[in-house]
């Protein structure tokens, strides 16, 4: 089963930063903060990962609460391309550990 | 960035027909690959574990002899759907990962049609 709860949808404006939530209240330590997001009929794309520091890469920032049971991923500056389902992950790249996908947030730029 | 590549993207089978689904590792080593089907506005569902050298670990419900997974290189894994059914029409993806701290990679995606 997913450990990661989203919110089934988001809008967000054009050119504005999106800020998507998540919480993993049941992390353990080993345990990284993945974020993919799918465009309709595509494989999913990576995007970002964290371990308990913030993270910023070209695409998006994550930031990652103290207590590491929540996240947040911001697209600083949402184009119309970004709209897409976007997963949160908890994993930890270990043998027998599933990689597992919840219902993820959608993600509606609009202009 | 690493590449995982899909074959074939799309395929259109007759019912009770067989189709192999390919999966590769493009410019790294994959002990474990996964395996998903995902059915429209719904999410990616885990079908089974594949590790290389070793039979596949399928989840609940998934049934073991009409989904058949090989890993039998650190680079290919091999999604068979035996005697497929309409029902068994579905997006199907793989992923694979490197080392801890990596990401996990995923292919394009399969789009399966059985008529």
């Known amino acids: 089963d997913a450990k990661t709860t989203q919110p089934p949808s988001m809008d967000c404006a054009e050119g504005r930063a999106a800020n998507l939530p998540c919480n993993h209240s049941?992390?353990?330590?080993?345990?990284?903060v993945y974020w993919y997001r799918q465009i309709h009929s595509q494989g999913p794309q990576y995007i970002i990962h964290g371990l308990k520091n913030n993270e910023t890469n070209e695409m998006a920032s994550l930031i990652i609460t103290e207590d590491r049971k929540s996240s947040t991923l911001i697209l600083p500056h949402a184009t119309l391309r970004d709209t897409a389902v976007y997963y949160c992950?908890?994993?930890?790249?270990?043998?027998?550990?599933?990689?597992?996908f919840g219902a993820g947030t959608i993600l509606r730029v609009k202009s | 960035g690493a590449v995982v590549s899909q074959h074939p993207s799309r395929v259109i089978c007759k019912s009770g027909t067989s189709v192999k689904i390919e999966c590769r590792s493009l410019?790294?080593?994959?002990?474990?690959m996964f395996w998903y089907r995902q059915f429209p506005k719904q999410s990616l569902m885990l079908m089974a574990t594949s590790n290389e050298g070793s039979k596949a670990t399928y989840e609940q419900g998934v049934e073991k002899d009409k989904f058949l997974i090989n890993h039998a290189s650190l680079t290919l894994s091999t999604l068979t759907v035996t005697s497929a059914h309409p029902e068994d029409s579905s997006f199907y993806i793989c992923?694979?990962?490197?080392?801890?701290?990596?990401?996990?990679?995923f292919g394009q995606g399969t789009r399966l049609t059985v008529v």
């Open positions: 992923s694979a990962g490197g080392t801890a701290n990596t990401e996990a990679f």
């Open positions: 992950i908890v994993w930890a790249w270990e043998y027998g550990n599933k990689l597992v």
């Open positions: 410019d790294f080593q994959a002990t474990t």
């Open positions: 049941t992390i353990s330590g080993n345990e990284y």
